[in-house]
């Protein structure tokens, strides 16, 4: 059993900053990616950035240059520093694990940037 947990959602005003942090724990066994989604109401759930296990890393196009993506393989823990908000990243932002067994989520934390 693998669980995930996230903090750091928040209320922020357009152009402020968050930043998200997830800690795995539990069987965790060869990690191959750590991420983050969003689901924002109405809309499908989508990948907002990963980072794989030699340090790769990938961004939706919207978050792209805004956004940054890090990771600490010893803490098994994934962070995400978000810059330049805008009132369309509110959302849910959920922890997401693949390991050699299947794919995780945390239980996610709310992002809300409005005035």
């Known amino acids: 059993q693998v669980q995930l947990v996230e903090s750091g959602g928040d209320l922020v005003q357009p152009g402020g900053s968050l930043r998200l942090s997830c800690a795995a724990s539990?069987?965790?066994?060869?990690?191959?990616?750590m991420g983050w989604y969003r689901q924002a109401p109405g809309k499908q759930r989508e990948l907002v950035a990963s980072?794989?296990?030699?340090?790769?890393?990938n961004y939706e196009n919207s978050v792209k240059g805004r956004f940054t993506i890090s990771r600490d393989a010893a803490k098994n823990t994934v962070s995400l520093q978000m810059n330049s908000l805008k009132p369309e990243d509110t959302a849910v932002y959920l922890c997401?694990?693949?390991?050699?067994?299947?794919?995780?989520w945390g239980q996610g934390t709310q992002v809300t940037v409005s005035s």
């Open positions: 980072i794989t296990s030699d340090g790769s890393r």
């Open positions: 997401w694990l693949r390991t050699s067994f299947g794919n995780y």
């Open positions: 539990g069987s965790i066994r060869r990690i191959n990616i």
